[in-house]
């Protein structure tokens, strides 16, 4: 399979994500509208500086290896869907991770983001398979034909930093190894054929690497199951009918321990921090009498 595949940084153009009856109410973001398809979630952790940050804790998101955000670039995250509403402006730090030899990638923002402002659990279930039935199977995974929520960038002119639209799709397949450009691991895809049964199906393309792609889970949130990564023609008939993301889920243990490793510290340990510093001052001022 991996022939023929694509990986998105690699098209010859940045164009929009493909949506089925694209609507601009339905699906850009910004327009604000209460029939925005994913107006229910809070999505104030999804930020774009023309590449595209998740996060996944107060102060590390996640996006693709091969298209990652610029070290010492600037990336705005909005409270809202309202383009002129609350916003805040972090720089990506040179704190990051490639997780082994795929396309995940994590980094630190400069700052965390304030209360407000979210952050999204992330896949944790290993599949070990593709489309076998037993155990650790993807038939077997709570993602096999889950409704996804797909990211990408809009047809609307909008500003870098709102250039987002939100698609749907039906998660139908699976490859434990697929190699994209430099990268390989484990990829969860979704067809293009109009035979999902949602509305606004969507296909991802060219600038659309870094993407999350969520799916609802049992507490009504958004999880992050994977980032944009390829396109591919499956018919070689140059037209792409399909497209993964990498999945977080069999690097769970290792996403986590990057989050712990750059945690942002507690309030009350910070401010424990910051009383000793004060009476070692005072203590050092005072024997300079």
Do not use: K
């Amino acid at each position: 399979m991996a022939g023929f595949l694509f990986s998105l940084i690699n098209l010859p153009s940045l164009s929009a994500v493909q949506i089925a009856g694209f609507d601009t109410f339905v699906n850009d973001r910004f327009t604000n509208d209460s029939s925005f398809v994913a107006n229910q979630f809070d999505l104030s952790g999804v930020g774009l500086n023309g590449r595209w940050a998740t996060m996944i804790s107060e102060n590390v998101y996640i996006t693709a290896e091969h298209f990652s955000p610029v070290i010492g670039s600037s990336m705005t995250f909005y409270s809202g869907n309202d383009p002129a509403g609350i916003s805040v402006t972090r720089q990506i730090t040179s704190t990051r991770l490639q997780i082994q030899n795929t396309d995940i990638l994590i980094g630190t923002l400069d700052s965390a983001l304030p209360a407000g402002f979210s952050f999204f659990d992330f896949a944790t279930e290993d599949i070990s398979t593709g489309p076998g039935s037993g155990p650790g199977s993807f038939a077997q995974s709570s993602y096999n034909n889950a409704n996804a929520f797909v990211f990408g960038r809009s047809p609307t002119a909008w500003s870098t930093s709102q250039d987002m639209a939100v698609g749907r799709n039906v998660l139908n397949g699976f490859n434990f190894r697929i190699v994209s450009g430099a990268n390989e691991g484990p990829s969860i895809e979704a067809s293009d054929d109009g035979l999902s049964g949602v509305s606004s199906e969507a296909m991802l393309q060219g600038g659309d690497s870094g993407g999350p792609l969520f799916v609802e889970n049992a507490q009504g949130r958004l999880t992050i199951v994977g980032v944009n990564w390829f396109i591919a023609d499956t018919n070689e008939d140059a037209i792409n009918d399909i497209f993964g993301v990498s999945y977080l889920g069999n690097h769970d243990a290792e996403i986590q321990a990057f989050i712990d490793a750059n945690a942002v510290p507690e309030p009350s340990a910070l401010a424990l921090l910051l009383g000793l510093m004060s009476c070692a001052y005072l203590l050092l001022s005072r024997r300079s009498y």
